[in-house]
């Protein structure tokens, strides 16, 4: 193998692949990437055997073949490098790293080593904006966290139905819903639903960008791909029934105030400093008042108090909160103002856009 | 030979002959999913679909090869992604924080049942409850605490044994409660542990205020086997200030126990006395007909039907217990939805035994013997003596029952232990005890003392 490759096209493929390396494991391959220059392409691959991203990159071939050596130093190689035209050549596993005026020999494995990225049955399709998909992802993906007791909720379950695609993740604290609905899918079938792995996500998100222009999602038995122009992303799905969760989130809301997001944010922050390890803080909601309590003690430290105006309809309500799910869930929105409504001090509060109903947000009270 | 063990024989082969880390990584938990006999065909299942691509393309021909040197029927060899298997690379350790010590709550996702505001479970209802001459009394008093709530027989205990129907009853009465009084009146039912560790947390938090709003800004309690906070002073305390704030407020409080108030050794006096001051109801074994009659109310909530015969020979042969009577049922509805047929006598003894029989720890006839003497304050002698004086007569027929009950012995076996009886004596002895604790909770009440101290030692 021979080519010729700019600097910041194999650094922007290696920032793709970087994170698909295994960190630990039995087999040290894993902590290789692949390179391949096969017909008109320059293609980077990693892999975890969870998860696989390969990126194509453009370059001029004069020799095909592939080689595979480890992502840490071929990374800092190149990230130091400071010429912009870099030959890379592989001889049997080796692979020599050329600028004018730098040279290196990495040693590599036999690419025959390298795992085989499964194939996908393409038959299953739809396809969406890069950008809406990473923003309804990105509104949901904070209620989420890795579980090995619940891996059915350590994901971000992902339903298509007539035209609508629903996103929602839960840590069986708190739930973020996001439906997206627009004409911009397309796809070839009426109903599917999968769990994507909370890591996968993350990595969505972090090598998928704007400038992608269309994602073409494949859905196979147990796996999913994710395509662009130039990036493969390869997951397994995660096996398992995500939780009926249409009943929690409270279709109706007795007390309903309406507040400045912002305001609140900080309010929160500000009021969380006396609160206690289960990090809890009060709201106190009267009738006759237009402002709202909210207030958080600690035995040993001390207590405070913050009034913000809002807008009430409905009955008072005294609540308690943990803060850093109210503030995980109101960074989800990006209104000016949010709907927080509640039923009673023990059932599920939920937070809505007062403009945009296709967000939600649903907590859970710290009872007593 | 059996799959797993024809799959473990490949594996050991093929360990020798791969990489140590290449096997751990591709192949170790591998299974052998099915094989069909006739065109010798082996489906091998594979944890992820990286280790599917791998096996088909690399390893073939090793596994067919050495499959065939164990099973010379196996003509070729799929592979498959085991489903439900779990990840191969754990991708983030979750933070070990420092432990919360109070767990918020956590969103309905299971879709349980319960209520969060009372914990009702709404399955149990007063319409389900099936009412015979053992529990009327609790019924018709529960009956009327629903309609005059906290006004009559407040507060009112419930006591009887093991799977009788009391957190039935009681729970039904919250649920009763909370639907015709609707959001007027706040029900709260709790078990007595749960209270304990409310207690236990509020002391230990310093937050003794938050348990006096939570148990004293409510209309009804409903605390389910009370007696456990016997023995457990701080709590015994905290509940009753709680009973006093609320009677004195008249709020109702229906409480629940496997014994009466006076058979709690460790309940304090003023607690007791309070127990006892207002109704005390019990609940009996149930008679035959009633279990009968339990017995087509379930299979008419499950919507399932039993031979009238097979369901008579359950009610027959469980007496004591209306959970096993539950237990046997679901057995036999689940074997005769799974076979599709009716089921026999003889399977229906088998699940009755599974059901019903504890396996005690190796208890001797002088165990029991030596317990029972203890229990009445009479020497052992006296029971396996010819003497008939009233005082052992009750002691010796309660050995003969126990040794029938417990260790199962033969009555010519029994006779011959205790002084070279007639083996009618025994069986007349055992008829009485069995009637009689049916019918005198004091009899029953000390044989389930005994039992108990049987047990501990």
Same mark, same amino acid.
């Given at each position: ?13 290696? @920032? ?6 295994s960190t630990s494991g039995n087999l040290p391959i894993l902590k290789n ?15 975890n055997l969870?998860?696989?991203? /390969?990126?194509?990159?453009? #370059?001029?071939? /004069?020799? $095909? ?5 480890p992502?840490?130093? &071929? ?34 494995t036999d690419?025959?080593e390298f795992p ?30 890795? /579980? ?18 629903? &996103? ?10 996001? *439906?997206? $609905? ?31 222009? $269309? ?10 791909? @994710? ?27 007795? *007390? ?15 009021? /969380? ?21 909210? $207030? ?17 309809? #409905? ?5 308690? @909160? ?6 995980? #869930?109101?960074? *989800? ?6 709907? &927080? ?28 | ?13 093929i360990e020798l002959q791969v990489s140590r880390p290449n096997f751990l990584t591709w192949l170790k938990n ?11 065909? +082996? ?7 990286f280790a599917?691509?791998w096996v088909?393309?690399r390893y ?28 191969v690379v ?6 070990? %924080? ?46 009327? +605490?629903?309609?005059?709530? %906290? ?10 044994? +093991? ?18 009084? =609707? ?94 001051? %207002? ?27 039993? =031979? ?24 036999? !509805? ?5 076979? =599709? ?57 309660? +050995? ?25 004596? !025994? ?31």
């Amino acid at each position: 193998m021979k080519l010729i490759i700019l600097k910041n096209n194999l650094a922007e493929a290696l @920032f793709s692949v970087e994170r698909s390396i295994s960190t630990s494991g039995n087999l040290p391959i894993l902590k290789n990437i692949l390179i391949s220059a096969e017909g008109e392409r320059i293609i980077i691959t990693a892999t975890n055997l969870e998860m696989a991203v /390969s990126h194509t990159c453009p #370059g001029k071939i /004069s020799q $095909q073949g592939r080689v595979t050596v480890p992502l840490g130093v &071929f990374s800092s190689i190149i990230k130091n490098l400071n010429s912009e035209r870099i030959t890379l050549e592989a001889k049997e596993e080796n692979l020599f790293i050329i600028t004018d005026n730098y040279e290196a020999t990495l040693q590599g494995t036999d690419p025959k080593e390298f795992p085989i990225i499964p194939e996908i049955n393409t038959k299953n399709s739809f396809s969406i904006e890069a950008v809406d998909f990473l923003n309804s992802v990105k509104s949901v993906i904070i209620a989420t966290q890795f /579980s090995d007791i619940r891996p059915e909720i350590s994901g971000v379950y992902i339903r298509y139905k007539e035209g609508k695609l629903i &996103f929602v993740a839960t840590d069986s604290f708190r739930l973020a819903e996001k *439906t997206f $609905q627009s004409v911009s899918i397309s796809s070839n079938f009426d109903d599917v639903s999968f769990i994507l792995p909370l890591h996968t996500a993350e990595e969505l998100l972090r090598v998928i960008n704007d400038s992608d222009g $269309q994602i073409n999602i494949f859905i196979d038995q147990n796996q999913i791909l @994710f395509s662009t122009k130039t990036k493969n992303i390869i997951s397994r799905l995660i096996d398992g029934r995500f939780p009926d969760y249409e009943p929690i989130i409270p279709k109706e809301t007795e *007390t309903e105030i309406i507040i400045n997001r912002s305001e609140l944010l900080s309010a929160i922050k500000l009021t /969380s400093s006396f609160s206690g390890r289960t990090n809890d803080i009060h709201f106190e909601i009267s009738e006759n008042k237009k402002v709202m309590e909210i $207030q958080s003690s600690e035995g040993s430290l001390g207590k405070n108090t913050y009034k913000i105006p809002i807008k009430l309809k #409905g009955p008072s309500i005294s609540v308690t @909160f943990n803060w850093k799910y109210i503030s995980d #869930g109101l960074k *989800t929105h990006s209104s000016e103002d949010v709907v &927080f409504g509640f039923n009673s001090s023990e059932k599920p509060a939920a937070i809505r856009n007062p403009k945009d109903p296709s967000l939600v947000y649903v907590v859970v009270p710290i009872r007593r | 030979m059996e799959h797993e063990s024809l799959w473990q024989n490949v594996l050991g082969e093929i360990e020798l002959q791969v990489s140590r880390p290449n096997f751990l990584t591709w192949l170790k938990n591998s299974q052998l999913v099915e094989k069909s006999e006739k065109e010798g065909v +082996v489906l091998v299942g594979l944890p992820n679909n990286f280790a599917k691509e791998w096996v088909k393309n690399r390893y073939h021909k090793l596994i067919l090869g050495s499959l065939r040197n164990f099973d010379g029927s196996v003509r070729s060899v799929n592979y498959t992604v085991l489903a439900g298997s779990s990840p191969v690379v754990v991708l983030k350790q979750q933070k070990v %924080g420092v432990k919360e010590n109070k767990p918020p709550d956590e969103l309905p996702l299971s879709r349980s049942l319960i209520d969060p505001e009372t914990n009702l479970n709404p399955k149990y209802t007063l319409d389900s409850f099936v009412v015979g001459s053992s529990n009327e009394l609790a019924f018709a008093a529960i009956q009327a +605490v629903v309609s005059t709530v %906290g006004k009559k027989y407040n507060p009112l205990f419930i006591y009887g044994g +093991v799977g009788l129907g009391k957190t039935h009853l009681i729970q039904a009465a919250g649920n009763v409660i909370k639907e015709r009084y =609707n959001k007027k009146c706040k029900v709260l039912y709790v078990t007595s542990e749960k209270f304990i560790n409310d207690v236990v947390w509020a002391v230990r938090n310093k937050r003794t205020e938050d348990i006096k709003k939570k148990y004293r800004d409510i209309d009804v309690l409903i605390i389910d086997d009370i007696q456990f906070i016997g023995g457990k002073p701080t709590t015994e305390l905290e509940f009753f200030y709680t009973f006093n704030a609320l009677y004195e407020n008249n709020k109702q409080i229906i409480m629940s126990s496997d014994r009466a108030p006076a058979a709690i050794p460790t309940l304090e006096e003023r607690l007791r006395s309070r127990f006892e001051g %207002g109704m005390i109801a019990d609940v009996t074994y149930p008679d035959y007909e009633m279990r009968l009659a339990i017995l087509k109310t379930k299979c008419i909530e499950q919507g399932v039907s039993i =031979n009238q015969k097979t369901l008579e020979y359950i009610a027959t042969k469980i007496q004591k217990n209306i959970r096993e009577l539950d237990g046997v049922l679901n057995k036999v !509805v689940f074997y005769e939805q799974y076979k =599709n047929k009716e089921i026999d006598e003889k399977k229906l003894d088998e699940i009755i035994q599974e059901t019903s029989h504890v396996s005690p720890k190796n208890i001797t006839t002088n165990e029991i013997i030596k317990t029972v003497a203890d229990f009445y304050e009479i020497s052992q002698i006296d029971i396996t003596n010819k003497g008939r004086k009233q005082e052992v007569v009750e002691p010796r027929q309660v +050995v003969m029952y126990l040794l029938r009950e417990v260790l199962k012995l033969s009555y010519p076996h029994i006779g011959e232990k205790l002084g070279k009886r007639d083996h009618t004596t !025994v069986i007349h002895a055992h008829e009485k005890i069995s009637k009689e604790i049916t019918q005198n909770p004091s009899l029953n009440q000390k044989l389930l003392l005994i039992k108990e101290r049987l047990y501990k030692t």
